[in-house]
């Protein structure tokens, strides 16, 4: 018998969003996955590179957009949400599993001089 499909790879920027979007919830829209990025690494980011990665994540199947009601704060503008899918919860899962096992016991070596 063969082993399901692992699904689409996910890579270190896509994985990146995917976690923003989790940590985020209903407040995954572009601007603030990127201010939570940027904040989280130190990188500096575009707005271009979040909207094509999100382009790309919703295609592979692990993000839906959803046009969100317009709030106070932004003058009335809707703006776009995004959210996990299944298999968006699957990836991020399968990559912390990855990063876990790879950096289990590796804190010594990380830290000494």
Not at 2 to 9: A, F, L, N, V
Not at 52 to 65: C, F, I, Q, Y
Not at 92 to 103: Q, V
């Amino acid at each position: 018998m063969t082993e399901p499909s692992p699904g689409p790879y996910v890579g270190e920027f896509e994985q990146l969003v995917l976690l923003a979007i989790l940590r985020l919830d209903d407040d995954a829209y572009g601007a603030t996955i990127r201010r939570l990025i940027e904040d989280a690494t130190g990188r500096a980011i575009s707005i271009g590179a979040i909207y094509t990665t999100l382009e790309r994540l919703h295609a592979k199947g692990l993000v839906t957009p959803h046009i969100a009601d317009p709030t106070g704060e932004r003058g009335g503008r809707r703006r776009k949400v995004y959210t996990l899918q299944r298999a968006g919860r699957r990836a991020i899962a399968r990559a912390w599993a990855s990063w876990s096992n790879m950096t289990r016991g590796l804190q010594p070596k990380l830290t000494s001089s």
